[in-house]
């Protein structure tokens, strides 16, 4: 122990401690600004974009949304209901049910809920013409063909919206099946008994 | 820094941020949440989640919080990478804020001195939830749980034991002509173990690809004609 | 040579009117109160502590009756030190700090030595409460709603007092320690009163609960707990080796990063709660590292020169180890928070251990070092009042005790951590194999709880050497 140093009394009954006027060192202002770099990265990758439903480990609300069971068939109906509201509407109108002298009922229509969509799929494409029975009732009005205004995907949608809608419950129609009936490359209008002859398994 | 009101106007201002970040915006954020849908797994409906806790289960709640149960146990399950709760079958999957929705006190726990309750439910039955709490040693020679011999009674027996004796060992075992009953604190206490599980998956914990439906179209056999 | 030591000398200010003899103007009971009162709860608490660890070597101890169960027995030992301990000495040295560094007296005693009685009291009833089971069941927030509103009146009356004594102090340039209370003090009402509110009187929906009781446990720690030992710190350790503080805008830097960043984390990184929470959590913990870098700079520089000086002062090793101590579990902290690490240590005894270093090491520890140098002023009394060789025993016992409980707790949690990612492992199996260094925290258990016994003895002697004197001074003037 140094002699010369106070004794702990005086030291206890001394002065009250000083605080000097040093400045911050460089090198913890330098790991300052380092720490609060990496903190915003940190946020940036973890944070989730601030969202309610991004829990670790998804980093983002697309992630977690891919995660979740894929509904393509919501797609494809969202986009048949574009399709339809753009064009089928005018006739078949808004609740499926047709109107005399305009156009048949789609709701309820074995035609419509078939399993396989190949009839319906040419109706579409190609038009239709002539005496047709739907739902026990006997129609005879022509529809357009509309294989020069909608796409495979289009038509497939409309389709599958069709079949879906108003307490509809048919499965959905692929793009590939109308391709199919759309290489057929059928001349004028469709018939009814053309397509009867067609099976929809 | 030599000026009182200086020093709280910035106490003040640090304080604001601390209670704005993890005060006043989660609950902003979550403090609306509400019942939802699980998320539709193979051929199941989507259902209603979370479900209210039943009556008795809310008694066992109290009981679960008077005797500091939280204290040794967490009611978390955590996401797959950070640590082996889900391969140790502790719950389907992750623990998400939508499963604590109508649990009036949460009591998360913030330590393990044993396993995780949050799907006690799953892996446990009445029997063997009220012998746990008698005696731990029963099940397992040297658990450190402590037991709860005070959440029973030990009387003499009526006309008939009761249906809800313990079958306990002989050297447990209560005197001839006694059994041991589990008070309602116990009944309760059982109930809300046994009401512990987490099922269903959400959006924000979605199942595993495995278990995604394999098409959304109605099978062949319903479609109307 | 003693030149360099010793600052250059200024005049002595006189002393304060409480130490002058036979002075009445200013109570010192009110502080005393707390003080004392604080030490007879961190020895009820480190009872409890022991009996609960002991309860790891037979469950079935003190098991019989629900009042000593292990839950309710850990809620107990937590309320009585945080709340039997932890406010009231930290309310006691704040008060003594605002009178000593703003040459204040302390503005009415009467209602500190009322708001004392009535903190200590709900204290007492609310442990007793907790132990026939009105626990909220909360760790860290115990004390059922009842008495929680007791406890927050009686701290605004004594809040009230520091802030008058506060704002009657001498003009001029205010010392680290006196931010450091100022903050201690602001800072408890309004986590206390928002838990209260959000958790107890108006809850919350579901796991927003257990964010905000996290969140208030953290503060508690962080900023309450830890401002008033650093208080102590900055106080003491310049003052008693006669150099001055190194630098007061490092204390400065440390004081406004410890108040945002130690008051955003404590939310381990499994909750089920969105990760924006949790990643703020992490960042505001990783950022600790800038204070504690800080706070060590600071102390280093100002001792480095002259380590001796350090040991002339008995106590003063209870202030350096404290913070010591401080610096080693906010290191800890840090690491845990990291996603990685948390992975493995969350919900082991790693975080228990973290938090019995940073109660019993650093907080208790620092408190320690300014109750021997506070109680005999108060009593106009000089530190030679306290049996020396108590002091020592006092000391090693709580330095050990704590060294071995938190390496034990810290070698079973980081063993438990790294066994259970191996799903594997069974829980059971983990638990036998990790049941040695957990039984070994009992030992250190004892020797804390000893010191905290032999402290109040050393107490009890100071006290009845100050009534003698009290009544030699009475007889001198009858």
Not at chain 2, 160 to 183: H, I, M
Not at chain 3, 337 to 364: C, I, M, N, R
């Amino acid at each position: 122990m140094n002699p010369d140093a106070p004794k702990p009394t005086d030291l206890q009954n001394g002065p009250e401690p000083v605080a000097e006027r040093r400045t911050v060192p460089a090198w913890l202002i330098l790991l300052f600004g380092l720490l609060i770099y990496w903190g915003s990265v940190f946020l940036a990758e973890n944070a989730g974009g601030f969202a309610r439903d991004v829990y670790r480990p998804y980093h983002s609300s697309d992630d977690v949304a891919s995660a979740n069971p894929q509904d393509p068939e919501a797609k494809r109906r969202a986009l048949g209901r574009q399709v339809f509201e753009k064009t089928c509407i005018a006739c078949h109108q808004a609740t499926g049910l047709g109107k005399e002298g305009t156009a048949p009922p789609l709701v309820g229509s074995e035609w419509v809920l078939a399993p396989g969509g190949d009839r319906i799929a040419r109706i579409v494409l190609n038009g239709l013409t002539g005496p047709i029975n739907v739902k026990g009732q006997d129609w005879n009005l022509t529809m357009l063909a509309w294989r020069d205004t909608f796409s495979d995907d289009e038509i497939a949608a409309v389709l599958t919206y069709v079949r879906s809608s108003w307490g509809n419950n048919a499965g959905p129609i692929k793009p590939e099946l109308v391709k199919a009936a759309r290489a057929e490359k059928h001349q004028g209008n469709e018939t009814s008994e053309e397509l009867l002859k067609i099976s929809v398994q | 820094m030599n000026s009182g009101p200086t020093i709280f106007l910035g106490l003040f201002a640090t304080m604001a941020c601390s209670w704005t970040g993890f005060v006043l915006a989660p609950q902003l954020q979550l403090g609306g949440l509400a019942q939802t849908n699980t998320v539709v797994v193979g051929d199941a409906l989507s259902q209603t989640y979370p479900l209210a806790q039943p009556g008795e289960a809310s008694a066992g709640a109290e009981v679960y919080r008077a005797n500091g149960c939280a204290s040794c146990h967490t009611q978390m399950v955590r996401p797959g990478n950070l640590g082996s709760d889900l391969q140790r079958g502790w719950g389907l999957r992750r623990s998400l804020a939508e499963d604590y929705l109508f649990e009036p006190r949460v009591l998360l726990g913030s330590q393990r001195v044993g396993p995780d309750l949050a799907n006690f439910a799953r892996r446990s039955d009445l029997k063997a939830v009220l012998m746990r709490l008698y005696n731990p040693r029963l099940i397992i020679h040297d658990s450190l749980m402590p037991p709860h011999r005070f959440l029973f009674e030990t009387r003499k027996i009526g006309f008939f034991p009761s249906t809800n004796a313990l079958v306990l060992p002989d050297k447990d075992a209560p005197p001839d002509g006694y059994e041991v009953v589990p008070r309602p604190e116990a009944r309760a206490l059982a109930a809300y173990l046994l009401s512990l599980r987490q099922d269903g998956y959400l959006f924000e914990s979605p199942p595993p690809q495995s278990l995604w439906p394999k098409t959304n179209a109605v099978p062949k056999k319903a479609a109307a004609k | 040579m003693s030149a360099m030591v010793f600052p250059a000398p200024k005049p002595a200010p006189a002393p304060p009117p409480w130490q002058q003899p036979g002075a009445k103007d200013s109570c010192p009971a009110g502080i005393l109160m707390l003080l004392a009162g604080a030490a007879l709860w961190l020895l009820a608490a480190s009872l409890c502590g022991l009996a609960v660890s002991l309860k790891f070597h037979a469950p079935g101890f003190l098991a019989s009756e629900g009042y000593l169960t292990y839950g309710r027995l850990r809620a107990a030992q937590n309320a009585a030190f945080l709340y039997g301990f932890g406010v009231p000495s930290a309310v006691g040295l704040g008060l003594w700090f605002f009178c000593r560094l703003g040459r204040a007296t302390v503005a009415g005693p009467v209602v500190v030595a009322i708001g004392a009685t009535l903190w200590h009291g709900a204290v007492a009833l609310g442990v007793a409460a907790i132990l026939c089971g009105k626990t909220t069941g909360f760790d860290y927030f115990e004390m059922p709603v009842w008495c929680a509103r007791v406890l927050m009146l009686a701290f605004l009356l004594l809040g009230v007092c520091a802030l008058l004594t506060f704002h009657q102090r001498d003009p001029g340039p205010l010392y680290p320690s006196q931010w450091f209370v100022v903050g201690s003090l602001f800072w408890f009402p309004w986590i206390f009163s928002t838990a209260v509110l959000v958790l107890l009187v108006v809850p919350e929906r579901g796991a927003l609960q257990a964010l905000t009781a996290w969140w208030y446990a953290y503060n508690f720690d962080n900023v309450f707990l830890g401002f008033t030992g650093l208080a102590s710190a900055f106080y003491f350790i310049p003052k008693l080796i006669g150099r001055p503080l190194h630098s007061h805008y490092l204390a400065a830097l440390a004081f406004w990063t410890l108040a945002l960043f130690g008051s955003c984390g404590g939310i381990p990184n499994g909750a089920p709660l969105p990760s924006w929470i949790i990643s703020l959590a992490v960042v505001g913990t990783v950022l600790t590292a800038v204070p504690l870098l800080a706070v060590a700079a600071n102390f280093y520089q100002t001792v480095y020169k002259d380590l001796n000086a350090m040991d002339a002062d008995p106590a003063l090793r209870f202030t350096y180890v404290g913070l010591i101590f401080w610096l080693i579990a906010g290191a800890q902290q840090i690491a845990g928070a990291l996603p990685q690490v948390s992975a493995l240590t969350d919900f082991t005894w790693f975080g228990a251990a973290q938090k019995e270093l940073f109660h019993y090491g650093f907080f208790a520890l620092t408190v320690f070092g300014a109750l021997y140098y506070i109680v005999p002023r108060l009593l106009g009394l000089e530190n030679s009042a306290w049996r020396p060789k108590l002091l020592k025993i006092h000391f090693y016992s709580s330095f050990l005790g704590v060294l071995i409980c938190y390496v034990a707790l810290l070698v079973t949690g980081l063993e438990q951590g790294i066994l259970l990612a191996s799903p594997g492992n069974s829980f059971t199996d983990v638990l036998r194999r990790t049941m040695f260094p957990l039984r070994m925290s009992t030992l250190g258990d004892l020797l804390v709880a000893g010191g905290a016994c032999i402290f109040l003895l050393n107490l009890a002697g100071v006290l009845s050497k100050a009534c003698c004197r009290c009544r030699a001074e009475r007889k001198e003037r009858a």
